[in-house]
């Protein structure tokens, strides 16, 4: 694999670097190509690396740069407050890394309107793309996954904007996925073509039109799981209520089964036999579990941005970054900009 | 229970009347005070009841009245299509009768932009309404209900809309669910007052200025079942990627505990003891699961319509009916007229 470096942003989410630095080491450990920028208070850093550092090969040190910044940007912060007063947060600075070219790709589990607004600003859109988008992995009944955009970048879309994803995603999911012409869908409120708003039936015609994307027509939110599109298209709006409505209809039903609400003896049984049962029903359960998820990527820009979930565990964020490292070598931003070009 | 009428439309949906001919039957049992007019084909109808009223009360052919037609609207008709060609149909006549009193209420499983449109027409929205709505309940995790509204009725809907919306969703929450001053809370991507479509943060101001309205703020995808809210407040569009997302996800799950994609000498064992351990639990899944639902409803019209799924089995449809029967007698459309005078 060849050497690739990544900033990350350590102080982001709920998490900070209790969380970042361990799924940092994690990182390294399985990505011997890999280097770190680490963007965040250097003492708490520090004080994790003292602690984890003992225990690992020699060159990790090596590997690890410590970026000090005193300052970040909260989760709850008004986008435009965020983006006026974040000079110097480990945020920003992560993101000016790559914009400097010190690294190739950037990490962070932050404000995700923050972190979409200053990659706008700083690493800029491809040329000729008008909307950046938030993407990420949906995984399926069938154990397989389907690419799902935007997801709460873009709230209000033309039909332009549509296509634009739907391009995106596909190239996005051909190299994710490894898919060959990728099936995509719109995210719409029935099947027939008179349905949903005219930015969609537009777009629906100007995919049908275009018989370089593999379009299959409009997908209802019923069928989002069953692995009916690879590429699943919609408004940030839309498709961030589907999302957050998967993840907290699977992470009830999680509940449910692990009996947190109940108290029975046989409980334990229960589980026992579940797993041994529903080993790959149960995983499959497990990956929309948002704990498990790896982050969403934000797509269209000129360098590779992963956003990892708020409330991530050090598997999760260590999945994060590992995702980023694996969109700078498949070179998305590049391959995205000649579909542009193509298309 | 006082006397009442309600018209069906028994041709509608993907079922007719081999469901909703014993449907109707059930529904005349379970309530004595009941009549039926049945709107459809006066053959398929008859040969249905030849069947089923050998052993059924005596009262019940006097509580029937078949009104012969032999014109459908189709599933997949075109709002446009559907409404210049209503003319004789087993839906339209049977809104007519509300029109004309000769019914209270109207129930169909047929095309849902054709029944509101129609009804629109023919019943009209109660003064001061601008746009009726589609309202359904959602089993919430802890057992009970939450009102969630609109459902694709209204794609795009302003500030107003909505705060209609949230009006009518708690006078019905208060007489479906028997509350007092429902919690009414806006779906929206975010918790922060600065997230979401304009129309959105407009309601959520409007909401918050009025003290006749319990208003909690915004609810995310991902507490849809928690029963954070009452009253669940969303544009059509948004409100039925999340109803079918949900339906679709809880479809999947009893799918996997069904093991419908498995197999294994001891999946009927398990099946036995998750019954057992999560009767509750299984029970509460199951009422997600769109094959238990008992329809929506349409709301802000000057009477009672209610939309039962296109794929309802006979207990569903009676439950439709019995749902209509239930909303004339709590004189809702009469409720949300002296609620949009009173605020």
Not at 193 to 200: F, L, M, N, V
Not at 275 to 290: A, H
Not at 335 to 341: M, S
Request: aromatic residues 4%; charged residues 20%; glycine residues 10%.
């Amino acid at each position: 694999m060849s050497r690739l470096t990544l900033a990350l942003d350590v102080m982001g989410g709920d998490i900070g670097p209790r969380i970042t630095i361990p799924a940092s080491l994690k990182a390294l450990e399985s990505d011997p190509a890999l280097s770190l920028l680490l963007f965040g208070d250097s003492q708490q850093i520090q004080s994790e690396l003292d602690l984890l550092l003992k225990n690992s090969p020699s060159n990790f040190r090596e590997r690890l740069e410590i970026h000090h910044c005193s300052r970040v940007i909260a989760n709850d912060q008004g986008l435009t407050s965020a983006l006026r007063h974040s000079k110097g947060t480990s945020m920003r600075l992560a993101i000016e890394a790559v914009q400097h070219g010190d690294a190739q790709g950037c990490v962070s589990a932050g404000n995700t309107g923050a972190l979409m607004g200053l990659s706008k600003v700083i690493l800029q859109p491809l040329k000729g793309i008008l909307r950046p988008a938030l993407v990420a992995l949906l995984p399926t009944m069938d154990g397989h996954h389907s690419v799902m955009l935007d997801l709460g970048a873009n709230l209000e879309c033309t039909a332009e904007n549509l296509y634009q994803f739907a391009l995106m995603g596909a190239i996005f999911a051909e190299n994710q996925l490894n898919l060959v012409f990728p099936r995509v869908a719109l995210l719409n409120i029935g099947v027939e073509e008179i349905k949903g708003h005219k930015s969609i039936r537009d777009a629906s015609n100007m995919l049908s039109n275009d018989s370089t994307i593999n379009y299959v027509g409009f997908i209802e939110g019923n069928l989002l799981l069953n692995g009916k599109a690879d590429v699943i298209v919609s408004d940030g709006f839309a498709g961030n209520v589907a999302l957050k409505t998967l993840e907290g209809a699977a992470k009830n039903v999680i509940g449910l089964l692990k009996g947190k609400s109940h108290n029975h003896l046989l409980k334990p049984l229960f589980g026992g036999l579940m797993k041994i049962l529903f080993k790959d029903s149960y995983q499959r359960l497990k990956t929309i579990n948002p704990d498990q998820y790896n982050g969403a990527s934000l797509i269209g820009l000129t360098a590779v941005v992963v956003k990892s979930h708020g409330s991530a565990n050090v598997e999760a964020f260590s999945n994060a970054i590992k995702d980023a490292a694996f969109q700078v070598r498949q070179r998305i931003p590049q391959k995205i900009l000649d579909g542009l070009n193509k298309y």
